[in-house]
């Protein structure tokens, strides 16, 4: 402890923190490391970047203007932060390990001081923004016409504020590493290194504000959203067999009762698929921000671990726009609008070619509630440590 305390004073002194950790780290590291985060997540990355920006396209419509809508931009946007932010810390993993060997500063605290709180807090950010979408979702489908204005109050405010606040909560992980400078060699350069701050890292109130912090932006969330979600599929599923059996009592035509149960399986199966996914995914994070050091890091089983909780964390923030796409008739429906594809109606209409119509007027039909295209899209489970 005093030589790594002095070589943060005196240049000269040698890098015995990497010195060690080259002989403590297990020989299977190295080739975990090129597999988990030089070849899987940068691919998830890519995926992650790329439907989190179509997500974004496809919300901004004239048509996606509802408060749900704002909640989901604000979450899409979040999620691509955190998975830009994902990039630079899968590199500092591969390429310089855990403690780093930068010749540049400037590099060394972005890695040392900012890498966890923008990736963590953008994290916070999309969380929030998920379960204050689900609460007016819940609001609107369970207890309709009860609130006139939204619960979780004005929806722009909101989406403002819930970032300010995150961010500051998650302040304090900037103080987690400092800055270690040292030399490899009596004559070699100058490098920087990274190491925790034990004096900041060791008392009670950090370890208990760590804890509460995974309460707060993990396990609690997933409760939550687990049981509102619950919730809703129940109140939908009885509300669309009332619709039902009056539909069967008028005798209106046969097409809409299995329309409508189509768009309760779609309903279902997004919602139920979201939560489990976001409970599967986040939980093995909240283990590992708890556990997180520099002696767990040594041990191969942690670094398995650490990796499969980070592929899972980045998989939940990229695979929203593709959960969208699959279940929800309306965000498909806006998204080949938006692109224009040359071989659906909607390219052939924007290109002003008239399209046909049927020459019967279609009945007008109130099966499907009118809940059900804002509940649609709006429940999703997606940096890392």
Not at 29 to 44: D, E
Request: charged share 15%; with cysteine.
């Amino acid at each position: 402890m005093t030589d790594d305390v002095n070589a943060t004073e005196s240049v000269t002194r040698l890098c015995s923190l990497a010195a060690n950790g080259s002989m403590q780290e297990d020989p299977r590291t190295a080739s975990l490391r090129r597999i988990s985060y030089g070849i899987i997540l940068p691919a998830i990355c890519c995926l992650g970047i790329i439907g989190n920006i179509l997500n974004l396209v496809v919300l901004t419509r004239r048509n996606m203007r509802g408060t749900a809508y704002i909640y989901m931009r604000g979450y899409s946007a979040a999620a691509l932060l955190a998975i830009v932010f994902c990039i630079p810390f899968a590199l500092r993993v591969l390429i310089h390990k855990e403690n780093g060997r930068w010749s540049n500063w400037h590099q060394a605290f972005y890695h040392v001081h900012l890498e966890l709180f923008l990736g963590n807090a953008c994290l916070g950010v999309g969380v929030m923004m998920l379960l204050a979408l689900t609460v007016e979702r819940y609001v609107s489908v369970c207890h309709p016409g009860q609130h006139t204005r939204p619960l979780c109050g004005p929806p722009h405010l909101t989406v403002v504020l819930i970032p300010l606040v995150t961010f500051v909560v998650y302040l304090p992980s900037v103080f987690r590493g400092e800055i270690l400078k040292c030399q490899v060699a009596p004559a070699g350069p100058l490098i920087y290194q990274k190491r925790d701050n034990l004096l900041f890292l060791n008392p009670v109130f950090y370890q208990i504000y760590k804890v509460v912090l995974e309460v707060v932006f993990k396990v609690a969330p997933t409760i939550l959203l687990a049981g509102l979600n619950l919730r809703i599929m129940i109140v939908y599923r009885k509300s669309c067999e009332r619709r039902r059996r009056m539909t069967l009592s008028r005798t209106v035509s046969s097409d809409e009762d299995p329309r409508t149960f189509a768009e309760e399986r779609r309903l279902v199966l997004l919602l139920g698929s979201t939560s489990i996914l976001f409970l599967v995914c986040v939980t093995p994070m909240v283990i590992l921000n708890v556990t997180l050091s520099e002696s767990n890091l040594i041990l191969y089983p942690y670094q398995v671990f650490r990796a499969l909780a980070n592929l899972l964390e980045v998989i939940n923030y990229s695979i929203t726009f593709y959960i969208y796409c699959l279940f929800s008739e309306d965000f498909r429906n806006t998204l080949i609008r938006t692109l224009q594809w040359p071989w659906g109606p909607a390219g052939r209409h924007a290109r002003g070619v008239p399209m046909k119509h049927s020459p019967l007027p279609r009945p007008t039909t109130t099966t499907t509630p009118p809940t059900t295209a804002v509940a649609t899209p709006g429940h999703v489970a997606r940096a890392s440590v």
